[in-house]
């Protein structure tokens, strides 16, 4: 891999209820805006040449990609370790009442009810990276979710993860370089081994 473009999916249904979704066997689509900034991002990615498109396990993402990638040929790679955080006992629910949680306990903490750590998640997060650094095509296109492009953007601006990020944009394309990323992934592996919050 020469190039990554990173996207969060476009608005979806829970998103726009500021519901949570971890759970990628509930179907969420897109809301009809969503699917509006998904055709805003392909219109944006006209001009790039996408070698291999990967998304998440999630409907939000496979559809954001397919709107986007509309009309052309560009190969899959579902990669289920950019699935958003398994939110346990807080699925379905506020994401006011999951951040609560979530700020209030450390990052090696397990959400209650079968859900994931923030360390877990950077973890998965830094698996799927490395997976995608060492495809051999060019220009891969990656729509997921928020955290693991918010992750990278940080981290390549040498910011370690913190118990509150702020939100990427929907739909919006970041363009690294294969060494960007190397970098940022790097920086969020350091993390992983001893995982404390940002202060």
Do not use: K
């Amino acid at each position: 891999m020469d190039r990554v473009v990173l996207a969060r999916h476009g608005e979806s249904e829970r998103s726009v209820e500021g519901l949570t979704n971890g759970d990628p066997h509930v179907a969420v689509a897109l809301t009809d805006t969503g699917r509006e900034e998904a055709r805003r991002l392909g219109a944006e990615l006209a001009d790039d040449a996408i070698d291999l498109c990967v998304t998440s396990e999630f409907e939000r993402a496979r559809e954001t990609a397919d709107l986007a990638l509309e009309g052309r040929e560009v190969p899959r790679l579902v990669l289920a370790d950019l699935n958003d955080i398994r939110f346990g006992e807080f699925e379905g629910r506020p994401l006011t009442d999951y951040r609560a949680w979530a700020h209030a306990h450390g990052p090696e903490d397990v959400c209650p009810g079968d859900g994931d750590s923030r360390a877990q998640t950077v973890s998965r997060y830094v698996r799927a990276y490395r997976t995608i650094l060492a495809r051999p095509e060019e220009t891969v296109l990656v729509v997921a979710h928020g955290l693991p492009v918010r992750y990278v953007l940080d981290a390549l601006e040498g910011r370690s993860p913190a118990a509150a990020v702020a939100q990427v944009p929907y739909a919006e394309p970041f363009r690294l370089s294969a060494q960007e990323l190397e970098t940022a992934v790097g920086r969020l592996e350091s993390w992983v081994r001893n995982p404390s919050w940002a202060t």
